[in-house]
T-cell receptor, first 110, second 111 residues
Framework: AQRVTQPEKLLSVFKGAPVELKCNYSYSGSPELFWYVQYSRQRLQLLLR??SRESIKGFTADLNKGETSFHLKKPFAQEEDSAMYYC????????????FGQGTTLQVKP | GAGVSQSPSNKVTEKGKDVELRCDPISGHTALYWYRQRLGQGLEFLIY????????KSGLPSDRFSAERTGESVSTLTIQRTQQEDSAVYLCASSFKGPMFFGEGSRLTVL
């Protein structure tokens, strides 16, 4: 069965510290993976997608098919990064039907 | 409009009543999706509309749930005979050959 697992409900770090939000997936096909973010009192929005191989707001994520992971990383966390982060998996041939993880709240302390 | 618009933003209803939730997608977006987010959980896929194709209803949890979309515009999600476990935030999103844009959601509370 297809599944996305985010093992941490809450990740708390100090400003300037490195951040890694973990995401593991289970899918036998060719995955397409995304990270979505929801800042306080704002709507859910796309942060980045693995096929773009880009860095957004200093965040990067690399798809590791061997480990079936798509961890989100940032070398130096900022207070404005505090938000809820969701990892999502799109099944082959249908990027509309996303399977989401349960989300990780990132709290960056001053 | 500038973004995906959902109404109502909050709805409190009594168990057994029917509710309708509305989604107005971004103009020109051919794809429209409904997701549900229960407290403390991730987003669950409910239904997906793409243009004039038959919708993918595989995520609807029971026959009490139904959704319609008129052309490439507004969609309505209807929940009949609501139950307490239907309490959740219902999110709508739309897209056109690219990333999904989400609305702010409709928070449903069933007493």
């Amino acid at each position: 069965a297809q599944r996305v697992t985010q093992p941490e409900k809450l990740l708390s770090v100090f400003k300037g510290a490195p951040v890694e939000l973990k995401c593991n997936y289970s899918y036998s096909g060719s995955p397409e993976l995304f990270w979505y973010v929801q800042y306080s009192r704002q709507r859910l929005q796309l942060l980045l997608r693995h096929i773009s191989r880009e860095s957004i707001k200093g965040f990067t994520a690399d798809l590791n098919k061997g480990e079936t992971s798509f961890h989100l990383k940032k070398p130096f966390a900022q207070e404005e990064d505090s938000a809820m982060y969701y990892c999502a998996l799109a099944l082959s041939g249908n990027t509309g039907k996303l399977i989401f993880g349960q989300g990780t709240t990132l709290q960056v302390k001053p | 409009g500038a973004g995906v618009s959902q109404s109502p933003s909050n709805k409190v209803t009594e168990k057994g009543k029917d509710v309708e939730l509305r989604c107005d997608p971004i103009s020109g977006h051919t794809a429209l999706y409904w997701y549900r987010q229960r407290l403390g959980q991730g987003l669950e896929f409910l239904i997906y509309f793409q243009g004039n194709s038959a919708p993918d209803k595989s995520g609807l949890p029971s026959d009490r749930f139904s959704a319609e979309r008129t052309g490439e515009s507004v969609s309505t999600l209807t929940i009949q005979r609501t139950q307490q476990e239907d309490s959740a935030v219902y999110l709508c999103a739309s897209s056109f050959k690219g990333p999904m844009f989400f609305g702010e959601g409709s928070r449903l509370t069933v007493l």
